[in-house]
T-cell receptor, first 117, second 114 residues
């Protein structure tokens, strides 16, 4: 199906384990984002990518690693999971950002609910 | 640092009522503002996007306004329906800054009672 998909939908892991959350989009959007959503903090940007092989830190990047070898995929890895990383993670994509007259809307995946025990 | 606030945090109205959700931001140098809807256990769906040069945008029963100088936006929902029940978030896009591409408010949880 076309769109932006995240997997897994739910994940339970233990402290110290490595976890990778997957994100795939079929629109060939240039920009992709990872957000985490927590009560009291709203949505916070972890990492974003402007194109394949181009990534940059967001507001809360510590403890996370991203890669973007292909335009359509943007996996997020927690190298050594901590309880503070228990959250709902959202991937999003967009065709363009500021600087053009055709700024596009942001499209979100359904999220991954991660629990770190 | 840009801060986005949404008041009220929760709102309950009877079906058919017109309602207004509020969003305020501290830095008026925004590029645009978006309103999103989030259903329980789901991702966000973009409802309306207002460019900084625009005053309002309309889509069906939804109307969003933007007053950059005062740092405020409102989302007006006409003739509310139970299907409108969801969390509504606003987000502003700021000029420049590597870590502040899109700043979200914490949302307003709307319940429309049948």
């Amino acid at each position: 199906d076309a769109g932006i998909t995240q997997s897994p939908r739910y994940k339970i892991t233990e402290t110290g384990r490595q976890v990778t959350l997957m994100c795939h989009q079929t629109w060939s959007h240039s920009y992709m984002f990872w957000y985490r959503q927590d009560l009291g903090h709203g949505l916070r940007l972890i990492y974003y990518s402007a194109a394949a092989d181009i990534t940059d830190k967001g507001e809360v990047p510590d403890g996370y690693v991203v890669s973007r070898s292909k335009t359509e995929n943007f996996p997020l890895t927690l190298e050594s999971a901590t309880r503070s990383q228990t959250s709902v993670y959202f991937c999003a994509s967009s065709d363009d950002l500021a600087g053009t007259t055709s700024w596009e809307k942001l499209f979100f995946g359904s999220g991954t609910q991660l629990s770190v025990l | 640092k840009q801060e986005v606030t949404q008041i009220p945090a929760a709102l309950s109205v009877p079906e058919g009522e017109n309602l207004v959700l509020n969003c305020s931001f501290t830095d008026s140098a925004i590029y645009n503002l978006q309103w999103f809807r989030q259903d329980p256990g789901k991702g966000l769906t973009s409802l309306l996007l207002i460019q900084s040069s625009q005053r309002e945008q309309t889509s069906g029963r939804l109307n969003a306004s933007l007053d950059k100088s005062s740092g405020r936006s409102t989302l007006y929902i006409a003739a509310s329906q139970p299907g409108d029940s969801a969390t509504y978030l606003c987000a502003v896009f700021n000029y420049g800054g590597a870590t502040n591409k899109l700043i979200f408010g914490t949302g307003t949880l709307l319940a429309v009672q049948p």
